[in-house]
């Protein structure tokens, strides 16, 4: 009798033989499966390329909760036909030769977490809207017989619009669940797991303090103070339980803690308002542009909610913010913002330990 080891499961498949059918037991490597999911960037930064980008992401009621048919004639016959070309020009401005900021770095971090989990793993990377999508990296996995699989959501603090967004894509990719067809052709749905927001633990925290201090030990001056911005999200939201306001408010307090910054040197901040509603505040624009009237000549801008440098930090905050500063009375040269982790090693240390963590009880080949 031939006993399998833990580092094999046992694959069942029907073969047929003259119309009757037998299970064969085959060997196959469990190597376990990471997903590291992203909200998403364009392929390129063009008006023909950020259309089907934005209406993808707009169309998402994870992210815009407004009655179906009514955003729906809004989001075309209106948002659609000017949108895309203003979202161009900021693109093209933070583009690199290796293309989207959001898509290079986040390969780098695909890379470093392979290299730090071993040949016993298999690293991923997926997008809710645009590509590499996450039903191909779903697909990929699959093809190399991966039955069990990490869902790293790339978003410390959780949110509906963003967490959220990751795990349906990721459901609806792994169980074959598509919005064109009644029809669900995949037989079979690989076990998953979901890691939990990390927004206070210790190795996000410490690994953001770090790259914060290194950042600022740079620096000539110290700065007068600290803005914590957090990507916004719809006022209600909050209102009809999503703890993200929470989750932003818990993790500014334990950077701040952890850098020595005391009461009065930091605020807390939320960015990237989109439409009219009212979304939870205060807005990082008002935030910036006021601070230069209360005296504050040197300031410090720490961008938590994004592990990765994109749109929202190198150029709302990298190029907007400090214009935004520059009209307040402040100086653009002591304007500065700290970069996102990235490829931080502590950072990518952090998230190959939460991932054998979260696979507790899998043993990988």
């Known amino acids: 009798m031939q006993i399998l080891s833990y580092a ?30 992203q909200v998403g960037t364009p392929d390129a930064p063009t008006k023909q390329a950020l259309l089907p980008y934005l209406r993808n992401f707009l169309s998402d009621p994870r992210v815009i909760d407004s009655h179906p048919l009514l955003w729906k004639i809004i989001l075309h016959t209106v948002v ?27 390969k780098q971090q695909m890379i470093e977490l392979q290299r730090r989990l071993g040949d016993g793993y298999v690293v991923e990377l997926g997008m809710a809207y645009g590509g590499p999508s996450i039903r191909e990296a779903i697909a990929r996995l699959e ?4 039955k069990r699989i990490v869902v790293v959501p790339l978003f410390p603090q959780f949110s509906t619009a963003t967490t959220a967004s990751v795990f349906d894509e990721v459901y609806a990719a792994a169980s074959g669940r598509s919005w064109r067809s009644w029809r669900i052709r995949k037989k079979f749905i ?30 000539p001056h110290r700065p007068d103070k600290f803005i914590i911005t957090f990507h916004g999200i719809p006022k209600h939201f909050a209102d009809e339980g999503d703890p993200y306001p929470v ?48 005296g504050v000549k040197r300031l410090c801008v720490v961008a938590p909610a994004f592990v990765t440098d994109c749109l929202e930090t190198l150029h709302e905050l990298g190029i907007e913010g400090k214009h935004t ?33 979260n696979a507790g009880g899998w043993k990988a080949a």
Request: aromatic content about 14%.
């Open 190 to 219: 690989p076990a998953l797991r979901f890691i939990e927001p990390y927004f206070d633990h210790p190795g996000y925290i410490n690994a953001l303090a770090y790259k914060t201090k290194k950042a600022l030990d740079a620096l």
């Open 247 to 294: 989750h932003c408010h818990a993790t500014a307090e334990r950077l701040a803690h952890e850098l020595g910054w005391k009461k009065g040197e930091w605020i807390v901040s939320f960015q990237s308002r989109f439409g009219r509603e009212e979304w939870i505040g205060p807005y990082t624009e008002s935030v910036i542009k006021s601070l230069p009237a209360q």
């Open 143 to 146: 093809e190399k017989g991966i």
């Open 80 to 106: 659609l036909r000017r949108r895309p070309a203003r979202s161009a020009t900021l693109y093209k401005e933070i583009w690199t030769s290796e293309g989207s900021p959001l898509l290079v770095y986040s």
């Open 8 to 37: 094999y499961a046992p694959v069942y498949r029907y073969i047929s033989n003259s119309g009757y059918y037998s299970f064969v037991v085959e060997q196959t490597a469990a190597k376990i499966g990471v997903l590291l999911g």
């Open 325 to 357: 500063f520059t009209v307040g009375g402040g100086d653009p040269n002591l304007y500065t913002l700290i970069p996102c982790l990235n490829d931080d090693p502590l950072w990518l240390d952090f998230l190959a330990e939460t991932v054998k963590t």
